[in-house]
């Protein structure tokens, strides 16, 4: 009651996959911009309204699936 937020932590960023685990974060480290497709209008509004900052999520794995943008090579950090 009455704390200041002073950061939103939005760890679904880089969008879903789905395998034998069930349903995850996609560890790619990419923007799924199908997922937040305003991402940067969002991130500003956020900022602008509340004063409060956006925070991403990584760690240290990644994913060895295709990235839903099959032609760009950069997109799986495993292979490479």
Known sequence: ?????????IQD?????????GTRVNWNW???KEH???WEEMVHQIREA????????????????????????ENNLFQQ
């Open 1 to 9: 009651a009455g704390t200041p937020i002073a950061a939103l932590w």
């Open 13 to 21: 960023w880089s969008g879903f996959v789905k395998d034998d685990f």
């Open 30 to 32: 990419r923007l799924d």
């Open 36 to 38: 937040y497709p305003g």
């Open 50 to 73: 509340t004063g409060t900052r956006v925070l991403t999520y990584v760690n240290p794995y990644l994913s060895n699936k295709q990235s839903k943008d099959a032609n760009s090579a």
